[in-house]
């Protein structure tokens, strides 16, 4: 028997319907947040000044170092980590990196 589940991602903010993860980090700590689209762009528009005036920081490309959906991802095997995530309902990208909370339920799921 096949199963499928459903992601809803609602908004961390204000409680409604969320469009996306929004990734960052600040003093060295990665943080997801998930947005509505208006939220998210508030979130990027109120970070804007900040990010035109730093520099990115050398060696990271994000917090991919830092996160599991980073280098932790890599250690495992990113396509069987897709492949379980889509056939278990998650919604992805089919390129880029794995959200933190797909690669933890993925390491539940398979422990």
Same mark, same amino acid.
């Given at each position: 028997?096949?199963?499928?589940?459903?992601?809803?991602?609602?908004?961390?903010?204000?409680?409604?319907?969320?469009?996306?993860?929004?990734?960052?980090?600040?003093?060295?700590?990665?943080?997801?947040?998930?947005?509505?689209?208006?939220?998210? *762009? !508030?979130? &990027? +528009? =109120?970070? @804007?000044?900040? %990010?035109?005036?730093?520099?990115?920081?050398? $060696?990271?490309?994000?917090?991919?170092?830092?996160?599991?959906?980073? *280098? !932790?991802? &890599? +250690? =495992?095997? @990113?396509?069987? %980590?897709?492949?379980?995530?889509?056939?278990? $309902?998650?919604?992805?990208?089919?390129?880029?990196?794995?959200?933190?909370?797909?690669?933890?339920?993925?390491? @539940?799921?398979?422990?």
């Amino acid at each position: 028997m096949a199963t499928k589940a459903t992601v809803i991602l609602i908004d961390d903010l204000d409680g409604g319907a969320a469009d996306e993860t929004v990734t960052f980090a600040l003093d060295g700590a990665g943080h997801e947040i998930d947005l509505s689209a208006a939220n998210a *762009a !508030a979130l &990027r +528009s =109120l970070l @804007a000044p900040y %990010i035109s005036a730093g520099r990115k920081a050398k $060696g990271t490309a994000g917090t991919a170092a830092r996160r599991p959906g980073g *280098a !932790a991802a &890599r +250690s =495992l095997d @990113a396509g069987r %980590i897709r492949r379980w995530a889509i056939g278990n $309902g998650y919604q992805m990208a089919s390129r880029g990196p794995i959200p933190d909370r797909i690669v933890e339920d993925f390491r @539940a799921s398979n422990t």
